[in-house]
């Protein structure tokens, strides 16, 4: 029989032939640049498996392979059988799947546990509900979910009694009568998390809080601080406006996480909180529309008569909740400067008038006025006039305002011939006004604005969207004084939420344009804010006690009003802003003016620093004590001392260093040359030496004077190292795609001690090495460089002895030790935790499985509903991978949901590709246990089903390589041969263990009974068994043994020569029969046990490191996505 896929490809290719073949750079040595992260370095070792020193990946050819092209470990293997021209066995069947069966008493304790279970979770939230949500006066009406735990509360409290204390036959009567609504609580506790509110719920919060915002705004000081958050983000919405006024006043410019990273080469600063606005994300959808001529804008016809229809994919508005950041909440590239800002006098005036005079809408004059009159607008001679002889700023502000009044109360005198009386309505809360029929466009007045409404195909009268001009299914027209912002296809979609409200009046156009023109009072409050929004982003400096009645101005508005006015106010200044900004460059640029130019400010001299700097030489740098040491040293004197020192005779390192004296608290010795080696980047860690010019000057002076040492630091691109910390350990460092990778290594042994990855790629080298050392509790006092060539030596050391354990592992698997685990066992979703480790953790419900962060991260993608374990014996749904990330103890996953998961009947049919090591656990077990075989599944000698009459009358033998080794376990039951079995055939067909995926068992199969340290194989023939001789081996191990072993009592599989240490139970066996023994025997018993003892997962979480600043690689890797 041909061998399978994975045997075929790890007998005949090494992960070094399969690299070469998909084009990796393999050197001599058997390093290459690692495929898996940014290596700019070789630190992959690749032979027969592959290993990197830098992301920690390992593995065998087929793990190289599935990882370099994202395959599952089948499709890899197949891959490079194809590549490689490999044959194997590939006819095997699509694989199975089976369900099994549940007896009533099973189905019954599951339907209870679900049932106290979802009860429960419902009377905690109950309880919060009652607490949380409790009105807070007595006029306050209540919440509607306080209302319902009052009202629930005692009934669920009697329900969790019953299931508590009643008897079965009223728990069953109960979970009969209410199977229903259950299914419809569970099912709403699973949507609803109270601490995780839905975008529509935070966005209902978050409104609330801007319109209370709205209403308080309205006093002088804070009104003004508004404009000038309002002029830094004249884009920005109202909305989006308040709540950065609201959260962070000073903002000045704010983006998002990864748009700060990827756009501005900035991160965000650890610790900092972002302000939260309002984002679009729309999502697009599919619809059915008819198809349109277009040149008439009729709908085209087919052959029969019918309209054709297309699918069209529109976008349908959504918002969000989502977090920004400010600049000043940011590190990183210093920003552009686009312009510099016009303050003081307003530099470059004249440009800067020309660019309002082309803003303007109309022309812009000068003349005499009264003192008290600094400028007006003239809505019938269409002009603006600015009173002679102001300063300049003061005439940048009236100019300003002027326009804005020209801009917005342009009102002519009306005169429309033929007005008609039209609907009044409110289209997305703006007043207009509504006609059946179309609308006359070109004789509209200016500042009037007409859009169509489409109805839908069902019904054409029915409006659903708004549109610029609709010719199909026109549903009317409106009439508005402000314009509306299409989304990208051209319409804005009706909800019933907003959309078209009629409020059952009826104006003219004429009646509808007088009502809607503002009061004068509102006309300067609009006028005002703009300009002085407008300067303050330009930087003129303005009067502010022009706000003086803006407080009394907003008294007995209605909030529609106010938010009207800031909206006109927000508007307006952006669309100015921009216009000015953009004539202002071209100004510039006509008359050659350097927009970049900054005003040179009048600044105090810059105070020069105090004190002086001198060199010392040590022939030892490290204990200056040792051999000489001379200070107090001009430059030319310690570089002339140290060439004297000779070789011959050095106590130690020789070196130079500086002395600083200027009464700081950095005052002192810090050595600069080491050796041959100016170490320039520890200097530039360090921030005061780094500002410091005596410092600055003394080490570039020193580099230059001594060219032919090696100076660390120097370069940019230098930022590989290795270190020496305490001469015990190496430490070496690299930069990768997320900050910056680092590797421990045994000094002595060379062995891998641990790794990880610091997320702070802003950090210079030397910062991240001491960064990394306070975070692991390593001495950086002792840090010393060390020889980069020597990272390869290393690099091959550990490889070396990560080969030699893989080896020894791969052997110590193959013999049958820890024979209680070796037969099939319930597969667990994480091997790495058991259900003893939840218990001791604290958390003991028996219908939970516990699993590691990340294989709750792995199971939660694939669709798995995780849980969050807590040490109180509670746990919590998880609702976004970000909590399984925020959560450090154990998490579990419903075994229900489990064992139905495509993940369970894979761990399950994963035993197939074990045949021979899980038959050879069988066969070296020392307790009682069977084994089931089924033909296997191409079943070349088409054998299934069939007795033993018939194989015989065809004369076909019975062969162990026809059959697969589907399942074992140990017998549970006394009993004869026979007996175990019948018991075995009923089990196998009626009560099925979970872990179970084949057929039942029928004719054809073959159990292999394990009882007395004897095996015996039954073949299941058309009534009861049949013994058969042969099928399998004897143990491998046994002839071994039989010349081998020095007891005849131990012949088990094992060869258990040499001296038997006594167990601490043995021992105190001994001792309380009166025997005497050794306490030193006891002792190491003790030990040894301990010793082999595996370490609790809850040791293991109580022991993790803190993770704010690194993430543990190669073998502990965590990514996190920022």
Same mark, same amino acid.
């Given at each position: 029989?041909?061998?399978?896929?994975?045997?075929?490809?790890?007998?005949?290719?090494?992960?070094?032939?399969?690299?070469?073949?998909?084009?990796?750079?393999?050197?001599?040595?058997?390093?290459?640049?690692?495929?898996?992260?940014?290596?700019?370095?070789?630190?992959?070792?690749?032979?027969?498996?592959?290993?990197?020193?830098?992301?920690?990946?390992?593995?065998?050819?087929?793990?190289?392979?599935?990882? $370099?092209?994202?395959?599952?470990?089948?499709?890899?293997?197949?891959?490079?059988?194809?590549?490689?021209?490999?044959?194997?066995?590939?006819?095997? @069947?699509?694989?199975?799947?089976?369900?099994?069966?549940?007896?009533?008493?099973?189905?019954?304790?599951?339907?209870?546990?679900?049932?106290?279970?979802?009860?429960?979770?419902?009377?905690?939230? #109950?309880?919060?509900?009652?607490?949380?949500?409790? @009105?807070?006066?007595?006029?306050?009406?209540?919440?509607?979910?306080?209302?319902?735990?009052?009202?629930?509360?005692?009934?669920?409290?009697?329900?969790?009694?019953? /299931?508590?204390?009643?008897?079965?036959?009223?728990?069953?009567?109960?979970?009969?009568?209410?199977?229903?609504?259950?299914?419809?609580?569970?099912?709403?506790?699973?949507?609803?998390?109270?601490?995780?509110?839905?975008?529509?719920?935070?966005?209902?919060?978050?409104?609330?809080?801007?319109?209370?915002?709205?209403?308080?705004?309205?006093?002088?000081?804070?009104?003004?601080?508004?404009?000038?958050?309002?002029?830094?983000?004249?884009?920005?919405?109202?909305?989006?406006?308040?709540?950065?006024?609201?959260?962070?006043?000073?903002?000045?410019?704010?983006?998002?996480?990864?748009?700060?990273?990827?756009?501005?080469?900035?991160?965000?600063?650890?610790?900092?909180?972002?302000?939260?606005?309002?984002?679009?994300?729309?999502?697009?959808?599919?619809?059915?529309?008819?198809?349109?001529?277009?040149?008439?804008?009729?709908?085209?016809?087919?052959?029969?008569?019918?309209?054709?229809?297309?699918?069209?994919?529109?976008?349908?508005?959504?918002?969000?909740?989502?977090?920004? /950041?400010?600049?000043?909440?940011?590190?990183?590239?210093?920003?552009?400067?686009?312009?510099?800002?016009?303050?003081?006098?307003?530099?470059?005036?004249?440009?800067?008038?020309?660019?309002?005079?082309?803003?303007?809408?109309?022309?812009?004059?000068?003349?005499?006025?009264?003192?008290?009159?600094?400028?007006?607008?003239?809505?019938?001679?269409?002009?603006?006039?600015?009173?002679?002889?102001?300063?300049?700023?003061?005439?940048?502000?009236?100019?300003?305002?002027?326009?804005?009044?020209?801009? #917005?109360?342009?009102?002519?005198?009306?005169?429309?011939?033929?007005?008609?009386?039209?609907?009044?309505?409110?289209?997305?809360?703006?007043?207009?006004?509504?006609?059946? *029929?179309?609308?006359?466009?070109?004789?509209?007045?200016?500042?009037?604005?007409?859009?169509? $409404?489409?109805?839908?195909?069902?019904?054409? *009268?029915?409006?659903?969207?708004?549109?610029?001009?609709?010719?199909?299914?026109?549903?009317?027209?409106?009439?508005?004084?402000?314009?509306?912002?299409?989304?990208? %296809?051209?319409?804005?979609?009706?909800?019933?939420?907003?959309?078209?409200?009629?409020?059952?009046?009826?104006?003219?156009?004429?009646?509808? #344009?007088?009502?809607?023109?503002?009061?004068?009072?509102?006309?300067?409050?609009?006028?005002?804010?703009?300009?002085?929004?407008?300067?303050?982003?330009?930087?003129?400096?303005?009067?502010?006690?022009?706000?003086?009645?803006?407080?009394?101005?907003?008294?007995?508005?209605?909030?529609?009003?106010?938010?009207?006015?800031?909206?006109?106010?927000?508007?307006?200044?952006?669309?100015?802003?921009?216009?000015?900004?953009?004539?202002?460059?071209?100004?510039?640029?006509?008359? *050659?003016?350097?927009?970049?130019?900054?005003?040179?400010? =009048?600044?105090?001299?810059?105070?020069?620093?105090?004190?002086?700097?001198?060199?010392?030489?040590?022939?030892?740098?490290?204990?200056?004590?040792?051999?000489?040491?001379? %200070?107090?040293?001009?430059?030319?004197?310690?570089?002339?001392?140290?060439?004297?020192?000779?070789?011959?005779?050095?106590?130690?390192?020789?070196?130079?260093?500086?002395?600083?004296?200027?009464?700081?608290?950095?005052?002192?010795?810090?050595?600069?040359?080491?050796?041959?080696?100016?170490?320039? %980047?520890?200097?530039?860690?360090?921030?005061?030496?780094?500002?410091?010019?005596?410092?600055?000057?003394?080490?570039?002076?020193?580099?230059?004077?001594?060219?032919?040492?090696?100076?660390?630091?120097?370069?940019?691109?230098?930022?590989?190292?290795?270190?020496?910390?305490?001469?015990?350990?190496?430490?070496?460092?690299?930069? +990768?795609?997320?900050?910056?990778?680092?590797?421990?290594?045994?000094?002595?042994?060379?062995?891998?001690?641990?790794?990880?990855?610091?997320?702070?790629?802003?950090?210079?080298?030397?910062?991240?090495?001491?960064?990394? +050392? %306070?975070?692991?509790?390593?001495?950086?006092?002792?840090?010393?460089?060390?020889?980069?060539?020597?990272?390869?030596?290393?690099?091959?050391?550990?490889?070396?002895?990560?080969?030699?354990?893989?080896?020894?592992?791969?052997?110590?698997?193959?013999?049958?030790?820890?024979?209680?685990?070796?037969?099939?066992?319930?597969?667990?979703?994480?091997?790495?935790?058991?259900?003893?480790?939840?218990?001791?953790?604290?958390?003991?419900?028996?219908?939970?499985?516990?699993?590691?962060?990340?294989?709750? $991260?792995?199971?939660?993608?694939?669709?798995?509903?995780?849980?969050?374990?807590?040490?109180?014996?509670?746990?919590?749904?998880?609702?976004?991978?970000?909590?399984?990330?925020?959560?450090?103890?154990?998490?579990?996953?419903?075994?229900?949901?489990?064992?139905?998961?495509?993940?369970?009947?894979?761990?399950?049919? =994963?035993?197939?590709?074990?045949?021979?090591?899980?038959?050879?656990?069988?066969?070296?077990?020392?307790?009682?246990?069977?084994?089931?075989?089924?033909?296997?599944?191409?079943?070349?000698?088409?054998?299934?089903?069939?007795?033993?009459?018939?194989?015989?009358?065809?004369?076909?033998?019975?062969?162990?390589?026809?059959?697969?080794?589907?399942?074992?376990? @140990?017998?549970?039951?006394?009993?004869?041969?026979?007996?175990?079995?019948?018991?075995?055939?009923?089990?196998?067909?009626?009560?099925?263990?979970?872990? /179970?995926?084949?057929?039942?068992?029928?004719?054809?199969?073959?159990?292999?009974?394990?009882?007395?340290?004897?095996?015996?194989?039954?073949?299941?023939?058309?009534?009861?068994?049949?013994?058969?001789?042969?099928?399998?081996?004897?143990?491998? #191990?046994?002839?071994?043994?039989?010349?081998?072993?020095?007891?005849?009592?131990?012949?088990?599989?094992?060869?258990?020569?040499?001296?038997?240490?006594?167990?601490?139970?043995?021992?105190?066996?001994?001792?309380?029969?009166?025997?005497?023994?050794?306490?030193?025997?006891?002792?190491?018993?003790?030990?040894?046990?301990?010793?082999?003892?595996?370490?609790?997962?809850?040791?293991?979480?109580?022991?993790?490191?803190?993770?704010?600043?690194?993430?543990?690689?190669?073998?502990?890797?965590?990514?996190?996505?920022?």
């Amino acid at each position: 029989m041909a061998e399978n896929v994975f045997e075929a490809v790890k007998q005949s290719v090494s992960t070094r032939e399969a690299a070469a073949f998909y084009g990796i750079e393999v050197k001599r040595n058997g390093m290459a640049c690692c495929p898996f992260h940014d290596d700019k370095n070789p630190s992959m070792k690749v032979d027969q498996r592959f290993h990197c020193f830098g992301c920690g990946e390992d593995g065998d050819v087929i793990d190289f392979t599935a990882k $370099l092209f994202n395959l599952s470990p089948k499709e890899a293997a197949e891959k490079l059988a194809q590549d490689f021209g490999l044959i194997y066995d590939s006819q095997a @069947p699509p694989r199975r799947r089976y369900v099994r069966q549940k007896t009533e008493a099973q189905k019954f304790r599951e339907n209870r546990q679900r049932c106290y279970r979802v009860l429960s979770d419902y009377y905690y939230l #109950l309880k919060k509900w009652e607490a949380d949500r409790s @009105p807070r006066t007595p006029e306050e009406e209540p919440h509607p979910r306080f209302v319902e735990a009052i009202q629930k509360k005692p009934y669920v409290e009697y329900l969790l009694d019953l /299931f508590l204390y009643e008897s079965e036959e009223e728990q069953k009567a109960w979970i009969a009568e209410h199977t229903a609504e259950i299914t419809h609580l569970e099912r709403r506790l699973k949507i609803m998390a109270e601490n995780k509110p839905t975008n529509r719920e935070r966005l209902r919060e978050i409104t609330d809080g801007i319109e209370q915002g709205i209403k308080e705004l309205f006093e002088s000081e804070k009104y003004m601080r508004y404009l000038s958050v309002m002029s830094r983000f004249h884009r920005y919405s109202v909305n989006n406006t308040m709540l950065i006024y609201m959260q962070k006043p000073d903002a000045t410019l704010v983006a998002g996480y990864n748009k700060w990273k990827d756009q501005f080469e900035r991160h965000v600063k650890k610790g900092e909180h972002g302000i939260t606005i309002i984002a679009p994300t729309p999502y697009k959808k599919k619809i059915e529309e008819q198809k349109l001529d277009p040149d008439t804008k009729a709908p085209i016809l087919d052959k029969d008569g019918k309209i054709v229809t297309e699918e069209k994919e529109i976008e349908i508005p959504m918002f969000r909740p989502v977090k920004v /950041f400010d600049v000043s909440q940011t590190d990183g590239k210093p920003l552009p400067e686009l312009a510099s800002s016009l303050s003081g006098n307003v530099p470059n005036y004249e440009a800067f008038m020309e660019a309002l005079r082309r803003s303007a809408p109309v022309p812009i004059t000068f003349e005499a006025m009264a003192a008290d009159t600094d400028g007006y607008f003239s809505a019938d001679h269409q002009k603006i006039a600015i009173r002679q002889g102001m300063s300049e700023v003061q005439t940048v502000s009236a100019t300003v305002h002027e326009i804005a009044h020209s801009k #917005l109360h342009n009102q002519k005198k009306i005169q429309i011939a033929n007005d008609e009386q039209y609907q009044e309505i409110e289209l997305f809360d703006k007043p207009g006004l509504f006609s059946n *029929g179309r609308i006359v466009r070109d004789n509209l007045p200016e500042g009037v604005y007409c859009y169509d $409404l489409r109805g839908s195909d069902y019904d054409p *009268g029915e409006p659903v969207c708004v549109e610029e001009q609709v010719v199909v299914n026109h549903a009317g027209s409106v009439l508005l004084t402000e314009p509306l912002e299409l989304a990208e %296809d051209g319409r804005l979609m009706l909800t019933e939420e907003e959309g078209l409200n009629f409020v059952g009046g009826f104006s003219t156009l004429t009646q509808f #344009l007088q009502e809607q023109r503002k009061d004068r009072h509102t006309e300067e409050v609009e006028a005002e804010s703009i300009s002085y929004a407008v300067c303050k982003y330009f930087g003129i400096e303005t009067g502010e006690n022009s706000f003086g009645y803006i407080a009394s101005w907003s008294q007995g508005k209605e909030l529609k009003e106010l938010r009207a006015s800031l909206e006109t106010i927000n508007k307006t200044s952006g669309t100015l802003i921009s216009d000015i900004e953009r004539h202002y460059k071209e100004i510039c640029k006509e008359r *050659g003016i350097d927009p970049h130019a900054k005003a040179e400010p =009048e600044t105090a001299p810059i105070e020069q620093p105090t004190g002086n700097l001198t060199y010392y030489v040590a022939e030892c740098m490290e204990f200056s004590n040792l051999g000489e040491y001379h %200070d107090n040293l001009s430059l030319e004197e310690a570089v002339r001392i140290y060439q004297e020192i000779p070789a011959e005779r050095m106590n130690g390192i020789k070196g130079i260093g500086f002395e600083l004296k200027d009464g700081s608290d950095y005052e002192g010795p810090f050595p600069i040359l080491t050796g041959q080696t100016i170490d320039l %980047d520890t200097i530039q860690a360090i921030d005061y030496y780094r500002d410091n010019p005596l410092v600055q000057k003394a080490v570039k002076e020193l580099a230059a004077a001594m060219s032919e040492m090696e100076v660390l630091g120097a370069d940019a691109n230098q930022q590989e190292a290795l270190f020496l910390i305490n001469d015990t350990t190496y430490f070496h460092i690299q930069p +990768c795609d997320s900050g910056w990778d680092y590797t421990l290594y045994d000094a002595a042994s060379m062995k891998e001690l641990d790794g990880g990855q610091l997320d702070m790629p802003e950090l210079s080298c030397m910062k991240a090495v001491l960064q990394i +050392c %306070d975070d692991n509790d390593l001495d950086s006092t002792s840090l010393r460089r060390a020889p980069l060539s020597m990272v390869e030596t290393l690099q091959e050391a550990a490889y070396e002895q990560m080969q030699a354990e893989a080896s020894q592992m791969t052997a110590s698997a193959q013999l049958p030790e820890a024979q209680e685990q070796a037969l099939d066992e319930y597969p667990m979703p994480d091997e790495q935790v058991s259900t003893q480790d939840m218990q001791e953790y604290g958390y003991s419900y028996d219908g939970m499985l516990p699993v590691t962060r990340e294989r709750a $991260l792995e199971l939660d993608a694939a669709g798995l509903t995780v849980y969050v374990l807590h040490e109180d014996n509670t746990e919590s749904m998880v609702f976004d991978p970000q909590e399984i990330m925020d959560h450090g103890g154990l998490f579990g996953v419903d075994h229900e949901e489990w064992e139905k998961s495509p993940q369970f009947h894979e761990k399950v049919m =994963e035993r197939q590709e074990h045949q021979q090591e899980r038959e050879q656990a069988f066969l070296s077990q020392n307790r009682d246990c069977f084994a089931i075989y089924q033909v296997s599944r191409d079943d070349p000698q088409n054998v299934r089903f069939m007795n033993l009459d018939w194989l015989k009358s065809h004369n076909i033998s019975i062969d162990r390589s026809n059959y697969d080794l589907i399942y074992t376990a @140990p017998l549970r039951e006394s009993g004869t041969v026979p007996e175990q079995l019948e018991k075995l055939y009923q089990q196998f067909n009626l009560e099925k263990p979970v872990d /179970f995926h084949s057929p039942s068992m029928s004719v054809s199969d073959i159990v292999a009974i394990r009882q007395d340290g004897k095996v015996s194989c039954h073949y299941c023939d058309s009534v009861g068994f049949t013994q058969i001789p042969g099928f399998l081996p004897e143990n491998p #191990l046994k002839n071994a043994e039989m010349m081998l072993e020095d007891d005849y009592g131990m012949i088990d599989g094992i060869i258990n020569n040499g001296a038997k240490e006594p167990t601490v139970a043995e021992l105190e066996q001994q001792a309380r029969s009166g025997q005497p023994i050794s306490l030193m025997e006891l002792a190491a018993a003790t030990h040894r046990e301990e010793r082999e003892k595996k370490k609790s997962v809850m040791e293991q979480l109580k022991g993790q490191p803190k993770t704010e600043h690194k993430k543990t690689a190669p073998k502990k890797s965590a990514e996190r996505e920022i």
